[in-house]
């Protein structure tokens, strides 16, 4: 009764594809009404603008994989930058300083994680919790104030260019992305780490250890979260005890337009990025269309509906055809 | 499993608590208790709305997008009025705007499939940013003072209206839940929605309108805030959602829907609330008092979770079918 | 399916919510008759220790951290509690459900900056039927909401400041400028662009505002909203961002975008914010005013209004910090001030 | 000789004894079979086993050696491996994958990488092993339950499986699928593999088994043989009492006007053109193979899945076939087949599941009437003789059978004439499954009209008074009471009556 789909369809069910398509599309749109967004320039701007995010976003995947949801990502990210901004103007030697803000992201993550995986608490009541606790933490790191006025060492981080065109956010974004995307397509413990998210019981019928799966993932997302939270500091040069407030939701909604399954056990990390990249396009495209930037918000919200919506819908399509 | 019977025990535990709360908080900041009641209003727009984000939850949901529809509904009440219509009707039109915004969440969740947590979050964007373009980016007030006494009123001299309607409510929403027909169904597509559907139960029907309830909720309480502001802003709703979900979730409802109690959900908020203001009064500040509410709502919910498994080891009998269903929950649990 | 109960159950609810407001209605009053004026109202309290809460828009933020720091210097000395405390986010309701708090605990006078001019109305009202002075500073609620305001600056004049600043750089030619603001909805950023449109209508026609961006409070977004920008409208030459967090944002995008020099970017920041751009030469000239003054004057005009020495027109003269206008409840800090590289390096909030 | 051998098991759950002093050994080269009511503890037996369970008390040995099973992972590694009732797969992901999770082939490149290539080609290996053509880079959820049945044995072949543990895998399976289960199980068996066979269905308890073993309240009654036992001793072995699926007197049915008229029923790809009567006071069976359609005709006449075109007439009144609750107002219940997911809600009580259909409430208000509904619940109880400690119990606690008999309670509640039985004795044990049949026969002798869904061939010859059967969606005939027998509704069912004919 089942017939192989047709390359339209392969070529729908491959959120990827379909994003990239989508993507393209709206930059070919752009270039016709005006010329200049698609300067190299540009098109590098619009992913080094959207690299903090899709960072926070590749680590929020994994865990949504998972089926969990860590709303706490963006405070981390927040705390690692105060952390960070503090640390190198004291004085620390850089070294010192990354070590640190990857160990605090790190610490954050483990701490949900063995709150979600070995004290069996519900993962979004967990993170809203931790989310209060680590922004909270923000204000007291820093006593209110913000870190600005960074040593050189910290800010060359930021700003230097690969080949004098690919500033530091992109490739690590970049690097990221390979390296997540080898891990969990490639690499045992993430193919572990689907198994999870698609069926607990089976999984843990087949030997995997639930607990340090769910575990790892959180502590993924908290050292993502470091990452993205390093290169924030350092690439715009300052922070404020509110940096990081809302990111997570930013971060989800890259990944849900992403194609990755709230349910659990479905998800990319390319597909994340390119669901950041149009988010970010699509901002930028109203800066150039001169839409007032209120509506940036409703915006944002539309292209998540039409996203999630389109997505059930060819999910249906496909289902009734078989 | 006895999980609503536990969960029946948490809303007295969360009772406990509350008063203990007040000894504490009484005994340290002696004016504390002579202010019991005027502090309430505060946060009463929130208990409002945890009400019926209780009976979202219970029935599987989320709604993250109230926080948004109050400053919607608020802004429209305030246009209305600025355009020379009485203030009462405008609030009541403001309300029943707050209820088509719950409903039209409720229809894309239930006709497209897609998770609630995703729909309100995208309904959240879009109707916080409506808010702030129709108001112009600006408050609007100089309502008439009868309103306000809407919000900063006392009834009979000592209490304060807004107390009234949330107890008035939470009456109501308890007697909803708990003695009818709606609540009943709300139970049980919150268990099993697909046992619900094949029982005859309107699913849809009966999940669009705790979204529509959510909306109404946040529509009074956008009129309620106009009032007690004495005007209303584009932005005033903003991260509510957040303070009403916690207060539902120590309050004993169980994120994952199936269970959960008014009187749980209302207290969960009146101790936060309390706890807030009192915090206020000993000094202590807000990033202090953030860290207080996530390790709060972390505890509360922990405690259950051990409550549960005690709870479990103690109730559990023998047989097979017993024995299955351990095996699923540990499915679960694990 | 014979009864469909919760259709009723939606009746009876906004029946019974009718009955209870018309109830209620007659019985209704403003405020609780039980615990009227416990503060005793009208007594001076010349000579005792006063509470005072000194409440920031926000917390977290170095220009009211600086004014904290100016209020804490003086405090002792004036026999003042300080209480600094605000709100994480920029709220205008939990300001007021902390000024409810702080009434309601006793204190003697209470100093805010106000989130919104009117959410605060009721609320502060209220304290001051209870005998609670109120005063406003940095940003004001409508005038019959407080005492005093003390004014660091009109709207007026940082709106016409901040164009006055890129007119003068500009001398006459046809400009077109970009405004970054906080978020859409921050009832102060709102008033100075309103100011400085008027300016620009009144004075500079030189000058065109082609775009209104958003920085959402993030320096992420604020650089990212720059870049748009100067993509967006590569006419524009000029960005003013009235935003301590949308300024340094602007100016590091304009550095990265390597047009140091071609786009002018000014705006309100704090100078140890903006040392970083001003010493780089990204930035040349900012709009401000010594905050550590204000937090200081505030402490003063809190003591004074406690005393019932506050003169509500004249000159009110405080020893160490100069003499004051006082015109009508406002008591003026004087002009903001245009910082430059000098001022930068001396000043530290 | 003994590859795994149980001395002296028991266990318990807080305090109430599941298992006594229970010794079993399996050798290889046999298929021995565990039977035994629900509740007897052959499940927790064999999780104890797979090491999903640890025994309280007893020693378990492997090759002769004694062993410690504490986790699934311990098991697996000495060659024992489940195959559970309901196929669990991991639906995103391949099928490959879904077979070799956990025991990925990789190659060591600084960390271990995943092989796809030998992935694949691994999987395939073993279903060529199984006989079966697989595209084994399929997501798992696209295959057939059946399908995914054999996913899961496959997955206990990619290892040398020493011990196969077969829970019940026939429940979901048709015939005909079944026996294609059991030539690969039997060629298993010829290899060496020792094979634990767990089932309700004695007919098939016997034709693949060579030794039962036969629990009871926790304890072991009795291993012998397959061959020397007869069907009725095994019965009475497993009950403690003789028992046998009695039939029932013809049923006096009112052929003059049927109370249900489906015609031209269709839904492609699930069935096409369905018609049939039900007449008040019969029971109409529906046979078939899994898979053939009759699932999907039940729920298109109960609204649940609309059909595209044809015509359900109630009494001579047309149902739009649209929503369930038009269906319920004329009076049709439907007891699905999947009882967990969609008969009762296990978290709540007897006394609310069995009043869900119809809520009792007083017109006012629609507040629910508590006293009218502890009544109806107890009434249910006693009528359908529910084994539970009162109506306030969750349903989660009680037995697969009582379970059942509370979603029997629930639709008998809302006082139906046309009753849909899906599978209504699937995962239950043999002294409910006869009350169970008296209640389907008694429902059909107060004048309803009964239409019983049905694998269980037995079951269909003792309940019905037509039988109809469905292969590939259509409905290939309709047997007399008089004309039925298993081989002629197999016949039907497997298309070879079709093709002969």
Request: with cysteine; aromatic share 8%; net charge positive.
């Amino acid at each position: 009764m089942k017939n192989e789909p047709s390359l339209f369809w392969k070529i729908m069910q491959s959120r990827e594809s379909f994003l990239l398509g989508l993507i393209l599309l709206l930059l070919l749109i752009m270039l016709v009404v005006s010329p200049s967004f698609l300067g190299p320039g540009n098109l590098m701007n619009i992913l080094t603008n959207c690299a903090t995010v899709a960072i926070v976003a590749l680590g929020e995947t994994i865990v949504i994989i998972t089926k969990g949801i860590d709303l706490s990502v963006g405070a981390t990210m927040g705390m690692v930058t105060l952390f960070t901004g503090s640390l190198a103007l004291n004085g620390f030697p850089l070294a010192v300083v990354i070590l640190v803000a990857f160990l605090a992201g790190i610490v954050a993550g483990a701490l949900n994680g063995v709150l979600i995986s070995y004290l069996k608490l519900p993962p979004i009541i967990v993170t809203l919790g931790t989310l209060s606790v680590y922004s909270g933490i923000m204000y007291v790191i820093t006593k209110g104030n913000w870190v600005t006025n960074l040593p050189a060492g910290l800010l060359q981080l930021g700003n230097f260019r690969l080949f004098g065109f690919v500033p530091a956010p992109v490739v690590v974004l970049v690097v990221l992305l390979l390296v997540s995307t080898l891990f969990l397509q490639f690499s045992i413990p993430g193919r572990h780490i689907y198994a999870v998210g698609n069926n607990e019981a089976s999984a843990r019928l087949s030997g995997i250890n639930i607990k340090r799966v769910i575990f790892s993932a959180y502590l993924i997302a908290g050292f993502f979260s470091a990452v993205a939270g390093i290169f924030y500091v350092a690439y715009n040069g300052f922070s404020t005890p509110s940096t990081g407030g809302n990111m997570e939701l930013d971060a989800i909604a890259a990944a849900v337009i992403g194609g990755t399954n709230v349910f659990g056990g479905k998800g990319t990390p390319l597909g994340t990025l390119l669901g950041a990249i149009l988010l970010g396009i699509v901002t930028g495209a109203l800066v150039f269309f001169h839409i007032p930037a209120v509506w940036n918000l409703a915006v944002e919200g539309i292209v998540i509906l039409a996203a999630v919506i389109s997505d059930a819908a060819l999910y249906r399509m496909q289902t009734r055809r078989i | 499993m006895k999980r609503s019977k536990f969960f029946a025990n948490w809303s007295y535990g969360i009772i406990a608590v509350f008063l203990l709360e007040m000894v504490i908080l009484s005994s340290v900041t002696p004016k504390f208790l002579s202010n019991l009641l005027p502090m309430t209003e505060n946060f009463m727009p929130i208990g409002i709305m945890a009400l019926s984000m209780t009976l979202v939850i219970i029935a599987g949901g989320i709604d993250l997008s109230i926080g948004s529809v109050v400053s919607f509904s608020g802004v429209i009440m305030g246009l209305l009025w600025q355009h020379g219509m009485n203030i009462w009707v405008a609030g009541l039109l403001a309300v029943l705007i707050g209820g088509l915004a719950g409903f039209i969440n409720g229809q894309i969740i239930v006709r497209t499939g897609i998770q609630p947590l995703i729909a309100t979050l995208a309904t959240q964007f879009i109707w916080g940013s409506l808010a702030v373009v129709l108001s112009n980016q600006g408050s609007i007030y100089g309502f008439p003072g009868s309103f306000l006494l809407l919000g900063t009123g006392f009834l009979y001299g000592y209490l304060p209206v807004q107390l009234v309607i949330f107890v008035v409510l939470a009456l109501l929403f308890a007697y909803l839940l708990n003695k009818t027909v709606f609540g009943r169904q709300v139970l049980f597509i919150g268990n099993s929605e697909s046992v619900s559907a094949y029982s005859g139960v309107n699913v849809n029907r009966v999940k669009t309108w705790t979204y529509v309830l959510s909306g109404l909720t946040a529509g009074l309480s956008g009129v309620i805030m106009g009032s007690f502001f004495a005007s209303v802003r584009g932005d005033m709703g903003q991260g509510l959602e957040l303070t009403v979900i916690t207060g539902c979730l120590v309050g004993g409802v169980n994120v994952f829907g199936g269970a959960g109690t008014i009187v749980g959900a209302a207290f969960g908020v009146l101790l936060l609330g309390m706890l807030s203001q009192g915090l206020n009064f000993m000094n202590v500040s807000s990033q202090v008092q953030a860290i207080i509410t996530g390790v709060i709502l972390i505890l509360a919910v922990a405690i259950q979770q051990l409550g549960t498994i005690f709870a479990r080891r103690r109730k559990m009998t023998g047989g097979e079918g017993a024995g299955k269903l351990r095996g699923e929950r540990r499915a679960r649990v694990e | 399916m014979k009864t469909i109960g919760w259709k009723r159950m939606a009746t009876a609810l906004v029946i019974l919510l009718l009955i209870v407001a018309l109830a209620g209605c007659g019985a209704v009053q403003s405020s609780p008759s039980a615990n009227s004026n416990q503060n005793a109202a009208q007594t001076s309290q010349k000579g005792k220790t006063i509470k005072v809460a000194l409440i920031p828009k926000a917390i977290g933020i170095p220009y009211f951290t600086g004014a904290e720091q100016g209020a804490q210097s003086v405090a002792a000395a004036l026999n003042i509690k300080l209480t600094y405390n605000g709100p994480t986010t920029l709220s205008a309701s939990d300001q007021v459900s902390m000024i409810n708090s702080y009434v309601a605990e006793g204190y003697n006078v209470i100093a805010v900056s106000a989130n919104d001019p009117t959410s605060l109305a009721p609320a502060l009202k209220a304290a001051m039927k209870k005998g609670v002075k109120v005063i406003t500073w940095d940003s004001d609620t409508v005038p019959d909401a407080r005492q005093f305001f003390v004014n660091q600056a009109t709207v007026d004049g940082i709106g016409s400041t901040l164009v006055k600043v890129v007119a003068d750089h500009f001398k006459g030619k046809q400009t077109d400028v970009a405004i970054l603001s906080s978020t859409p909805s921050n009832t102060n950023q709102n008033q100075w662009i309103d100011a400085m449109k008027k300016t620009i209508a009144d004075k500079y026609p030189n000058l065109h505002i082609k775009t209104i961006q958003y920085d959402q409070g993030q320096p992420s977004t604020g650089v990212s909203a720059t870049e748009n920008i100067v993509k967006g409208f590569p006419t524009v030459k000029a960005i003013i961002s009235p935003d301590s967090v949308g300024l340094p944002a602007a100016a590091e995008a304009v550095e990265k975008l390597g047009l140091q020099g071609k786009i002018y970017v000014t705006g309100l920041a704090d100078p140890v914010v903006m040392k970083k751009y001003v010493d780089d030469g990204t930035v040349q000239k900012y709009v401000l005013w010594n905050v550590l003054d204000l937090g200081k004057l505030t402490m003063n005009v809190a003591r004074a209004v406690a005393d019932g020495t506050m003169p509500t027109s004249g000159t009110f003269k405080v020893k160490g910090l100069g003499d004051f206008q006082v015109n009508n409840g406002q008591v003026l800090l004087g002009l903001p001030m245009i910082f430059d590289k000098a001022a930068t390096d001396k000043y530290n909030f | 000789m003994d590859i795994l051998k149980m001395v002296n098991i028991s266990k318990s759950f807080n305090g109430t004894a599941v298992l006594k002093d229970v010794s079993f050994e399996v050798r290889a080269g046999e298929v021995h079979a565990l039977i035994g009511e629900n509740g007897a503890g052959k499940s927790t037996l064999i999780k104890i086993a797979a090491g999903v369970y640890n025994s309280d008390d007893g020693e378990t040995f492997f090759d002769g050696r004694e062993v410690q099973i504490g986790t699934p992972a311990d098991a697996h590694r000495l060659g024992i491996f489940t195959v559970h009732q309901e196929p669990s797969v991991m639906p995103n992901l391949s099928v490959a994958e879904n077979v070799l999770m956990g025991f990925h082939p990789y190659r060591r490149f600084a960390f271990r990488w995943v092989d796809k290539k030998a992935m694949y080609r691994k999987t395939e290996e073993v279903f060529g092993k199984l006989g079966l053509k697989m595209d084994v880079r399929r997501n798992a959820g696209e295959l057939t339950i059946a399908q995914q049945q054999m996913l899961e044995i496959a997955k206990a072949l990619v290892h040398d499986v020493r011990v196969l543990i077969l829970d019940e895998p026939t429940a979901t399976l048709s015939d005909h699928e079944t026996g294609l289960l059991f030539e690969i199980v039997r060629r298993l068996r010829d290899q060496g593999t020792a094979v634990i066979f767990v089932s309700h269905r004695l007919h098939e308890v016997f034709s693949l088994s060579d030794r039962i073993t036969v629990m009871r309240d926790g304890e072991k009654v009795a291993t012998s043989v397959a061959a020397s036992l007869s069907e009725q001793e095994l019965v009475r072995l497993m009950v403690g009492r003789e028992l046998r699926l009695g039939s029932f007197e013809s049923r006096a049915t009112n052929r003059e006007k049927p109370l249900l008229q489906v015609s031209g029923l269709s839904n492609a790809p699930w069935f096409d053109d369905v018609s049939f009567a039900l007449y008040p006071g019969e029971v109409l069976a529906m046979a078939g193979l899994v898979g053939s359609g009759r699932t999907n005709v039940a729920e298109a006449i109960f609204g649940i899945q609309p059909a595209r075109s044809g015509q359900v007439v109630v009494n001579g009144e047309a149902l739009h076939m649209r929503s369930i609750k038009q269906a319920l107002e004329h009076g049709i219940a439907y007891i699905p087949e999947d009882r967990h997911k969609h008969g009762v809600a296990l978290a709540m009580s007897l006394r609310a599941n069995v009043t869900l259909v119809n809520v009792p409430a007083r017109p006012r208000l629609g507040c629910i009437d508590r006293r009218r509904e502890i009544q109806i619940s107890a009434e249910a109880v006693q009528r359908l003789n529910i084994k539970a400690q009162g109506v306030e119990q969750p349903v989660g606690q009680l037995s697969g059978g009582n379970q059942q008999k509370v979603v029997l309670a629930k639709w008998l509640a809302a006082g139906p004439k046309i009753i849909i039985l899906d599978e209504p004795t699937r995962g239950v044990d043999v002294g409910a499954k006869g009350e169970i049949h008296r209640i389907i026969d008694g429902l059909a002798r107060e004048g309803n009209a009964v239409l019983v869904i049905s694998s269980d061939l037995p079951e269909i010859l003792v309940l019905a008074d037509r039988t109809l059967v469905m292969h590939e969606g259509r409905l290939v005939g309709e047997l007399h009471r008089e004309d039925t027998s298993e081989e002629s509704i197999m016949a039907l069912a497997t298309g070879t009556a079709i093709r002969t004919a």
